[in-house]
């Protein structure tokens, strides 16, 4: 039995922990607040501040992890390279958790080293070097904190009276200690795309089908998989996630997200854990979810196959208010008296507007259905369900 440090303790990590926990292993989950949902399944549980590197180094002293799964981006991740040192496993790689927490250092990775296609960006620490990158790539554009998640502080200038909006914003949602933003040229793209890829120890590199997605207020409302990608596309993608994710090292699941034009495929972003759209593959869509997947992976155990099993779709259901009570929800039966439907509750704590809480997930009737049908049927029975403070 191994111990297992989790830092970061959200839905995706409580879904981890599962997985983790069916194959025998020991669990200590952390975040910064109270009965997160990873907490409410692991073995035991720590709350500090995860930016604050004496804290972090005392729960390390103290639960003397063999595997540290990061989790989220608001952690002191420069101490991981210490943690490694010490011949703790750190998921995947000490290099790729500290580099992935910051779009800075990943976009130069992917753009200036390895040469992928990237749209054009800047960089800005000052509202006079914002107004130059937004001048320099142009409008419309796309504004994102260096460190953020779940789409916090992310907006799109398409005027010049939205400058000092999306300034402000970017900065009120960036998390950590860095004060700085990347400002993007606009793709016009067809779609966009969660490409699953599960590097090995001691295997070939996997990818899941490709999850198409849609993102409201820089976040994402549903997902669906398979998303249909022109096959030259698909290789250019897996070529890309290939050599990011090489670099990067490690073994483990990486949530790699491109853009799709009719002939281009430009590289975005990249989680080196599991990805909030890949919950489609809760439904059983592929042969192993995205957690199992990443489970596997961590601990070094074989993954036989990797296929598509049938079409999948997923929701989110949203609070609407803030409430620092633990809510109840009101539809979950109804949603799940519709064939083929699944909710899982995440159970967080307390609610703010916009705040994820629950998701939906559908699976295909039969091989007849349309991914369009598909995802109609879990966003019907996703906005069935309400959030009640």
Not at 162 to 177: C, V
């Amino acid at each position: 039995m191994k111990t297992i440090l989790l830092l970061g303790s959200g839905e995706l990590g409580k879904e981890f922990v599962i997985a983790a926990k069916r194959y025998g292993h020991r669990v200590v989950a952390v975040d910064s607040y109270e009965n997160a949902p990873a907490m409410q399944v692991a073995d035991d549980c720590r709350v500090i501040s995860m930016l604050d590197a004496a804290q972090l180094d005392a729960v390390v002293a103290e639960i003397k992890p063999d595997i540290i799964v990061p989790e989220v981006e608001a952690i002191r991740t420069e101490r991981l390279f210490a943690y490694e040192e010490q011949g703790i496993h750190v998921v995947p790689s000490a290099r790729a958790a500290n580099m992935t927490m910051n779009r800075k250092a990943i976009r130069d990775l992917a753009a200036k080293e390895l040469g992928l296609k990237t749209a054009n960006y800047r960089y800005a620490t000052t509202h006079e070097e914002f107004v130059a990158a937004v001048e320099a790539v142009g409008i419309p554009c796309v504004v994102k904190p260096l460190m953020s998640s779940s789409g916090k502080g992310q907006s799109t200038v398409k005027s010049a009276e939205d400058i000092d909006r999306a300034w402000t914003y970017a900065l009120e949602g960036s998390r950590g200690d860095l004060m700085e933003v990347i400002v993007e040229a606009f793709v016009c793209f067809e779609s966009e795309i969660t490409l699953l890829t599960v590097t090995q120890n001691n295997g070939p590199t996997l990818f899941c089908p490709p999850i198409g997605h849609r993102q409201e207020r820089g976040d994402y409302q549903e997902s669906w998989m398979p998303h249909f990608v022109k096959p030259e596309l698909l290789i250019e993608a897996q070529r890309m996630a290939s050599l990011v994710t090489a670099s990067l090292s490690g073994a483990g699941i990486w949530g790699v997200e491109f853009f799709l034009t009719e002939t281009e495929v430009y590289f975005s972003e990249l989680s080196p854990r599991p990805h909030d759209t890949g919950m489609v593959t809760l439904t059983g869509a592929t042969t192993l979810s995205e957690f199992e997947l990443h489970a596997r992976a961590v601990l070094g155990y074989p993954i036989p196959r990797l296929d598509l099993e049938h079409a999948a779709a997923s929701a989110v259901v949203l609070a609407t208010e803030e409430s620092v009570r633990a809510p109840s929800y009101i539809g979950v039966e109804d949603a799940l008296a519709q064939p083929g439907i699944e909710v899982r509750v995440f159970g967080k704590p307390s609610t703010r507007p916009y705040r994820r809480m629950a998701v939906v997930v559908a699976s295909a009737l039969n091989t007849e259905e349309t991914i369009d049908q598909l995802r109609a049927r879990a966003m019907h029975a996703a906005n069935g369900i309400r959030v009640v403070c």
